[in-house]
């Protein structure tokens, strides 16, 4: 599987943003999606996700009511809205993807066997 995000960029507090993740080869219907995102000089922490066997989304308290995740299988996308942007978001959003994982390691990067190169998004007060 290969995870290409972009939508990244520079907007104001307050803004709205939407990032996308394309995939290539196998078909992503049997994988768990996520979005990360890492500050500079922090570690890489998780933002959100979707689940290959129901379809639930997860996410962190810091992104709940603000960022909303979807995905479209029959594209391989993976999408996240992103809304009421604050400072505190700015980092590199990478998108990832596992076909084998469980529910209490969903947070951890190392989980996720697939990545894609990562897209900036800086929010500026």
């Known amino acids: 599987v290969q995870l290409q995000a972009c939508g990244g960029g520079l907007v104001q507090a307050g803004d709205s943003l939407r990032l996308s993740c394309a995939a290539s080869?196998?078909?992503?219907?049997?994988?768990?999606l996520a979005w990360f995102r890492q500050a500079t000089g922090k570690d890489r922490e998780l933002v959100g996700g979707?689940?290959?066997?129901?379809?639930?989304?997860f996410y962190a308290d810091s992104v709940k009511g603000r960022f909303t995740i979807s995905r479209d299988n029959a594209k391989s996308t993976l999408d996240l809205q992103m809304s009421s942007l604050q400072p505190e978001d700015t980092a590199v959003y990478y998108c990832?993807?596992?076909?084998?994982?469980?529910?209490?390691?969903?947070?951890?990067?190392?989980?996720?066997?697939?990545w894609g190169q990562g897209t900036q998004v800086t929010v500026s007060s």
């Open positions: 979707i689940r290959s066997t129901n379809s639930n989304a």
């Open positions: 080869g196998p078909t992503l219907r049997a994988y768990t």
């Open positions: 990832a993807a596992s076909r084998t994982i469980i529910s209490s390691t969903l947070g951890r990067p190392s989980a996720y066997h697939y």
